[in-house]
């Protein structure tokens, strides 16, 4: 579960945000301009797959069944793109509305992970899942950190 949860899905993000990145360099297609004009999409979007995605259920189907595996693969792959697209879009109180509720709840959830004593995946030890949990707080803490430094970083770009 540690696996699943702190590096391969956090790395089929971080690999659509970088490619979209790339593909996206000079100009991104007008369709998508069109429809994330302020990244709400996207964050509506990403916001979906990646709750989807931390469902227990859905993380025993995806260990178990080759569909469903590659659903997810693509679907979060799908969620780098449409983030890094909408950050690059979204006003800060667009940012600070989605992200302000999503890596709380990534918090949350690892919280709720690393104290239960219920084992929520069939696919994973409760170890596994502990371990999980506690990652999870971590991760969401420090994509919080980052986040507030980047969104810094912002603000003294545009005051001054």
Known sequence: ????????MPLLVL??????????????????????????TGFIVTTLIAGYWMIPSTVDRAVVMLGTDMAKIIT???????????????????QVFFLGYTLPMMVWLGLYFATTDLRLCNAYSLESQLAAGKGLVVLGSAAGAVWLGCLWQRHKREAG
Do not use: D, I, K, T
């Open 15 to 40: 690999g659509g945000w970088l490619v979209a990145g790339h593909w996206w360099a000079r100009q991104p297609p007008a369709l998508l301009e069109r429809f994330n004009r302020f990244g709400l």
């Open 76 to 94: 979060l792959w799908l969620c780098g793109a449409a983030l890094r697209h909408s950050m690059q879009r979204a006003p800060m109180l667009v």
């Open 1 to 8: 579960m540690v696996w699943y949860m702190l590096v391969q």
